[in-house]
């Protein structure tokens, strides 16, 4: 079992940066962060693969957003720089138990934080 605890979400203009963290408690494979906007399904736009620590991105917040992860704290963060408007929504971070095969389907990941907003004005 495992459970995530997210926080940092808030309010910010466009351009500006938020950092938001989410601890794991638990034994995991795989963790990575997803966005919903409303009416929409989550879509997976970073994470680790925890074993080996390699990094991955999709093209939505390739070159503004990094993942990084401190296993001293069980912690997975995402620095998100360069926020627009577009990027509103509610974020989650997610943890499976075993490999991802591409980390942007929420259906492999069996355990998820309670999602934090993001809110980016123009």
């Known amino acids: 079992q495992v459970r995530l605890v997210e926080s940092g979400g808030g309010s910010v203009q466009a351009g500006g940066s938020l950092r938001l963290s989410c601890v794991a408690y638990g034994s995991r494979f795989c963790m990575g962060w997803f966005r919903q906007f409303p009416g929409q399904e989550r879509e997976g736009i970073a994470g680790v693969y925890t074993r080996g620590g390699v990094e991955y991105y999709f093209d939505s917040v390739k070159g503004r957003f990094t993942v990084s992860e401190d296993n001293a704290r069980n912690t997975l963060y995402l620095q998100m720089n360069s926020l627009k408007p577009e990027d509103t929504a509610m974020y989650f971070c997610?943890?499976?138990?075993?490999?991802?095969?591409?980390?942007?389907?929420?259906?492999?990941?069996?355990?998820w934080g309670q999602g934090t907003q993001v809110t980016v004005s123009s």
């Open positions: 997610a943890a499976a138990s075993r490999n991802c095969r591409s980390g942007y389907f929420p259906q492999e990941f069996e355990y």
